[in-house]
């Protein structure tokens, strides 16, 4: 904001004298930046408080209202620096606020996620198991058995991957609802207190609908495997 007005000690002295009655009360400190302009502290937000919003008074108060530089030259200066110091410190305090927000909405929808996630990895390591064990020889002497096997454990881990779902759709419309926060999803979900969340798949809540699911990518691996083992089939006469 000082890259487009430079105010006087004795000017931001004032400024910040009229505007004392339209703070947040979440500001705890104003300080200079090391990078030019001003460094603002805010008491730590939890997401559930109202959104920082510029209050209504700001644009009745009469020390604050436009003066035109024709009219005063000096009080349209300090006029202007409030404006935008002001401005600047609620986009920052919202920022702050939204980052808070995004976490406390993911605190209240993963619930049991880990847990579902931690089962759909067993079964889905069970899967891969099984279908290794095609492949090898002692196979080929209980082939039915196998293959029967292999069925459980594609059914175990698609149903898995449905119960993780019913988190994932959650977890994935709240990451849409804060697609402008200044966090990533993962990032977000460690400071929800969930770091091993990068691995889950969580799928895309774009737009308000849940694609790319878990479901889904076990759907498409079931089908690899089961058009693999009709053309083993095919190929030695089943």
């Not at 605190?107 to 996630?117: G, I, L």
């Amino acid at each position: 904001m000082f890259d487009t007005i430079t105010v006087t000690a004795d000017e931001q002295r004032q400024i910040f004298d009229r505007l004392a009655p339209h703070l947040p009360a979440c500001l705890q400190k104003v300080e200079p930046s090391p990078y030019g302009g001003l460094r603002f502290e805010f008491a730590e937000f939890t997401g559930r408080e109202e959104e920082p919003v510029k209050p209504g008074s700001y644009y009745q108060d009469p020390r604050l209202t436009y003066v035109h530089e024709s009219e005063d030259a000096s009080e349209h200066r300090i006029r202007w620096a409030a404006q935008l110091i002001l401005g600047d410190l609620y986009d920052r305090a919202r920022a702050q606020w939204k980052m808070a927000a995004y976490v406390a909405d993911l605190r209240e929808v993963v619930r049991d996620a880990p847990e579902r996630w931690e089962a759909y990895e067993r079964e889905a390591a069970a899967l891969e198991a099984a279908y290794a064990y095609l492949r090898t020889a002692p196979a080929a002497q209980e082939w039915p058995a196998a293959l029967s096997r292999l069925v459980d454990a594609q059914d175990r881990t698609l149903a898995a991957a449905i119960a993780f779902d019913d988190r994932a759709r959650d977890i994935a419309a709240v990451h849409y609802q804060h697609l402008y926060a200044d966090l990533s999803p993962d990032q977000a979900l460690e400071k929800a207190g969930y770091p091993g969340a990068k691995s889950w798949h969580v799928g895309d809540g774009f737009g308000g609908y849940f694609r790319d699911s878990l479901q889904e990518k076990v759907a498409d691996l079931i089908r690899q495997q089961e058009s693999h083992l009709s053309k083993v089939g095919r190929l030695i006469g089943a």
